[in-house]
């Protein structure tokens, strides 16, 4: 039972465009949503995250905004540059547990070209 | 150093022996994790520690995986029996304190090949 699912495997735009990644998830507990970073052979590195008391957050380039009601957020990153290019990963945490412990979709490929 | 550190990088042991991953935290964080990521899957939760005590270890698939924290710093997770599926990348992650607002750091995995 995933969770937390982000459908498109990979994504590829060209630089300074806009990058939308996508996530969904079905277990209404969840009250508070991150995205990772991951680049080969590291581990996954925080990028941004919001509560679900807020409909959207921004940070820099990057902005998460989040659709309780479809149980839906998405990633924009404006504009996309060559260094973006990684795995990303959307998580959620359950209200009452502890915010370390994350339910993690399967990750979206972001190529950004030159 | 500052950041999460793990050991050994890469570990490749045959079917039915035992192994131990390593997890050095950041100085002075209470909050533990250990995680699991198979081939093209997120990180899987496996095992929360606050401190020594274990504090939420529903994520453990079943009773060949034990993980100990006795000083509240280093954690060792155990793989008794390792069967050829429980190859994977194997993520620790730590926190200042398991409460919110906390940014959990990875370290950068174990990667563990059963053969």
């Known amino acids: 039972d995933q969770q937390v699912k982000q459908n498109s495997p990979s994504l590829s735009v060209q630089e300074g465009r806009i990058s939308i990644l996508n996530c969904d998830y079905t277990?209404?507990?969840?009250?508070?949503f991150l995205w990772y970073k991951k680049y080969p052979a590291e581990g996954p590195t925080f990028l941004i995250s919001i509560s679900s008391i807020k409909d959207k957050n921004e940070d820099g380039r990057f902005t998460v905004f989040l659709n309780k009601s479809a149980k839906h957020l998405s990633l924009h990153i404006v504009p996309s540059q060559p260094g973006d290019s990684a795995v990303y990963f959307c998580?959620?945490?359950?209200?009452?547990?502890?915010?370390?412990?994350?339910?993690f979709g399967q990750g979206t490929i972001l190529t950004v070209h030159p | 150093g500052a950041g999460v550190s793990q050991t050994p990088s890469n570990k490749v042991t045959e079917k039915g022996k035992y192994v131990e991953l390593r997890c050095d935290p950041i100085?002075?964080?209470?909050?533990l994790y250990w995680y699991r990521q198979s081939l093209g899957q997120g990180p899987e939760f496996l095992i929360y520690?606050?401190?020594?005590?274990?504090?939420?270890d529903s994520g453990l698939p079943n009773d060949r995986f034990f993980a100990v924290r006795p000083e509240g710093s280093v954690s060792t997770l155990k793989i008794q029996r390792t069967e050829r599926g429980d190859s994977a990348v194997y993520l620790c992650?730590?926190?200042?304190?398991?409460?919110?607002?906390?940014?959990?750091?990875f370290g950068q995995g174990t990667r563990l090949t059963v053969v």
């Open positions: 100085s002075g964080h209470t909050a």
């Open positions: 277990n209404s507990m969840f009250d508070y």
């Open positions: 992650a730590s926190s200042r304190t398991g409460g919110p607002n906390t940014e959990a750091f």
């Open positions: 520690f606050q401190g020594t005590g274990a504090a939420d």
């Open positions: 998580a959620a945490n359950a209200g009452g547990t502890s915010y370390g412990k994350l339910t």
